[in-house]
């Protein structure tokens, strides 16, 4: 398995999950704005088309605005790679843990703590599949509390 490093990509992810905020906020500044329009005729202070468009226009501009923006917003969440410079990518492996075979079976660990070598551990085993089991090993007693004098 590898992972993608993504640090000197032209558009960072972090960057881009800010356009859902700038949308959020332009979102709420235009329904602002339709309240306003729509309030004006209403209460008689206004001509009902003193904003330069009718009411139903101004929705109609909202409305369309803001279906854009959630479909980007979509875009953005499905596919972000397509947003970052594919060739910049670098890929580092990781070294997986040999898988110790016990009776004929493939026996693989999950220690908690992560991490953790010496103390005193519990161990339960669970039949995966036919020749496969998985060993949780749990800390019980510190390394350091058994050797205390």
């Known amino acids: 398995m590898g992972a993608i ?3 000197q ?6 960057d881009l999950l800010l356009l859902p905020k700038l949308f959020l906020v332009i979102t709420v500044v235009l329904i602002m704005w339709v309240v306003i329009v729509l309030s004006g005729p209403m209460f008689g202070v206004f001509e009902p088309d003193w904003a330069g468009l009718s009411p139903s226009l101004w929705l109609l501009m909202v409305s369309i605005f803001i279906g854009i923006f959630i479909v ?3 875009i953005l969440y499905a ?7 594919q060739s910049k990518l670098e890929f580092s492996t990781v070294e997986l843990p040999e898988i110790e075979n016990r009776n004929g ?5 999950f220690t908690y703590p992560v991490g953790v070598k010496g103390g005193l551990l519990s161990k339960t085993y669970f039949k995966i599949k036919q020749n496969k089991i998985f060993r949780i090993r749990n800390l019980m007693i510190k390394k350091e509390e058994i050797w205390k004098k």
Do not use: A, G, L, M
């Open 9 to 14: 990509s032209k558009f960072k992810i972090k």
């Open 105 to 109: 079976k493939q026996v693989h660990e």
């Open 79 to 85: 596919t972000p790679r397509f947003f970052v410079d």
């Open 72 to 74: 980007i917003d979509i």
């Open 5 to 7: 490093n993504t640090k």
